[in-house]
């Protein structure tokens, strides 16, 4: 079997069906899909690898799919999808606010999703704006008199860790959506299929209850952890884990 070289990428959610432990969340976003009610400001919360740009990404690519699977679903291979998912949308805008954000940017992708929506069709464009809690003050503020004077068409989401990062406000006319540690059982669950996708020798239960730990019950900590087991083709042990996680900076 060939080496996965980034677990990461490989395994990370494509449709709102593979969402591990927010089923809560996942079903009243299905619902709004289907019902064609997203609202047109969201802001999604939650700890660092909690899945939260992997939701919001997904709910993007729901807006501007050409073919929807069971109508609440993107299909990831349509143009629309794979654009986005390339970086190269017209109609789907991805950024982060951990770098600096200009006025003029700012403004210039707000325009563009406004011109995306009229040209494709009436299919709904969108602005993903990651890192949202690292935008100045001044531009929330112009963000919310944008929401105030008729958001110009398409949708708003916002991700952050915590909605209390977020001018009140603006918060006030978002629909937030905050993501939750998922039950154990959820993960021990997820981490039995990767195990089973990757061929790898895992010595028992134990070993797996140990990698959820050492990884603080966190996706993107725990396939760090697992990529570098996975790089090594001995069994994984309790031991190994260990190991594994302090390389990677965590313990547990």
């Known amino acids: 079997m060939q080496k ?3 677990l990461l990428t490989q395994f990370r959610p494509q449709t709102l069906g593979e969402i591990v432990g927010q089923q809560r969340i996942v079903k009243v976003l299905t619902n709004m899909v289907a ?3 997203l609202p047109t400001a969201m802001l999604f919360t ?9 939701m919001a990404r997904i709910i993007g690519k729901t807006l501007i799919c050409e073919r929807r699977v069971k109508q609440t679903e993107p299909c990831n291979v349509c143009d629309s999808c794979r654009s986005f998912i390339y970086g190269t949308s017209w109609s789907g805008i991805y950024f982060s606010a951990s770098q600096k954000v200009s006025d ?14 009229y040209l494709f069709g009436g299919r709904k464009s969108f602005l993903i704006i ?13 963000l919310r008199h944008k929401l105030d004077d008729q958001w110009p068409a398409g949708h708003l989401i916002a991700i952050s860790p915590k909605a209390g990062s977020v001018d009140k406000a603006l918060l006030s006319r978002m629909c937030q959506f905050p993501l939750t540690t998922p039950l154990f059982a959820d993960m021990e669950r997820w981490v039995k299929e990767l195990t089973e996708k990757l061929g790898v020798t ?5 070993v ?17 952890i697992m990529q570098t087991l996975y790089a090594d083709d001995s069994p994984w042990t309790a031991e190994s884990v260990q190991e594994a996680a302090m390389q990677n ?3 547990d």
């Open 104 to 117: 003029e940017f700012l403004t210039t992708e707000i325009l563009a999703v406004r011109d995306a929506n």
């Open 202 to 206: 895992v010595k028992n239960d134990e």
């Open 249 to 251: 900076g965590f313990s």
């Open 35 to 37: 019902k064609d009610r």
């Open 46 to 54: 939650g700890e660092y690898g909690s899945g939260k740009t992997t």
């Open 4 to 6: 996965i070289h980034d």
């Open 130 to 142: 990651d890192d949202f809690d690292l935008l100045p003050a001044k531009q929330q503020e112009f």
């Open 208 to 224: 797996i209850g140990r990698l959820i730990v050492a990884g603080g019950s966190n996706f993107r900590s725990i396939l760090k």
